[in-house]
């Protein structure tokens, strides 16, 4: 039987929430707990791993292995943790954006300034704004959806950040 809670009725009945490690990874190391903006914080929280990719000069072929990974490991713990408590895609939860922030930056592999600015604010427009076939993912009740729309997200957000890049 699944047992269905809200986030207020879990802190009223004081029941535990996810383990420590979903909780680290699912909030980016509690970065989606920030009570303003967790999204943005979130994608703010992954320029330091982008700088440690490109420091360690990883390869497309890495750097697309590493968001599968991410991306897969995302939609179970997700889709787990939103099943045990009740949840459709609650705010905490910004390792989508996190992957999303990741493929955007893909298309480009670059850690200047204004490139990680333009990278930054074209995913927050496209995560915010939802365009289809994002919008679509983001009304599913499951971590294939908690995570799914970013990804769109991220590629819309790419592809533009990619044009902007090469022809201004």
Known sequence: MERQTSVHSMKEQKI???RLPHMLFLSWFYTGKSPKAPG????LATLPLIYLLH???VNI???LGIIL????AAVLVAQNVQLEFGLKDPQ???IDEVIGMLITWTFVRVVDFPTLFLVFSLF???DIYKIWPASYFDKMSHGFGTITD????GVFAGILTKIVVTFF
């Open 16 to 18: 535990q929430g996810p």
């Open 40 to 43: 943005t914080v979130g994608s």
């Open 150 to 153: 970013d990804v769109v997200s």
């Open 61 to 63: 072929y890495g750097l």
């Open 69 to 72: 990974v991410l991306y897969v």
């Open 124 to 126: 927050r427009l496209f």
């Open 55 to 57: 420091y360690f000069n």
């Open 92 to 94: 905490w939860i910004v």
